[in-house]
């Protein structure tokens, strides 16, 4: 069993930054080192997005939407995946959703989510 707790969404300006983050609460650290994790987003009247995602071995695959702004990575001690949010826009407001796969597939985690942080992105 795995719990993710999603903190860090806010209120932000148009060109400024803001950084998520997504423990695993319930992971023994072995367990939490072999997971995928992901950011989705889905914003009012529009469908889910995935974000960002990052493997067990640290490789990552971002949407097309946000490369070159957002960062993911993970600090396997806190067994936690940040998302790091740069140059934000208004179009990045949404609710952001952590997910994890149980078995460390990069392809679309959703066997565990956290709750959802909400980031909006005033111009």
């Known amino acids: 069993q795995d719990l993710l707790v999603e903190s860090g969404g806010g209120f932000v300006q148009a060109g400024g930054s803001l950084r998520l983050s997504c423990k695993h609460s319930?992971?023994?650290?072995?367990?939490?080192?072999?997971?995928?994790t992901a950011w989705y987003r889905q914003a009012p009247g529009k469908e889910r997005e995935l974000v960002a995602v990052?493997?067990?071995?640290?490789?990552?695959n971002y949407a097309d939407s946000v490369k070159g702004r957002f960062t993911i990575s993970k600090d396997n001690t806190k067994k936690t995946v940040y998302l790091k949010m740069d140059d934000v826009k208004p179009e990045d407001t949404a609710i952001y959703y952590c997910?994890?796969?149980?078995?460390?597939?990069?392809?679309?985690?959703?066997?565990?989510w956290g709750q959802g942080t909400q980031v909006t992105v005033s111009s």
């Open positions: 997910a994890a796969s149980r078995d460390g597939s990069m392809v679309a985690p959703d066997d565990f």
């Open positions: 319930r992971a023994i650290l072995s367990t939490f080192l072999s997971r995928a």
């Open positions: 990052i493997g067990s071995g640290g490789r990552t």
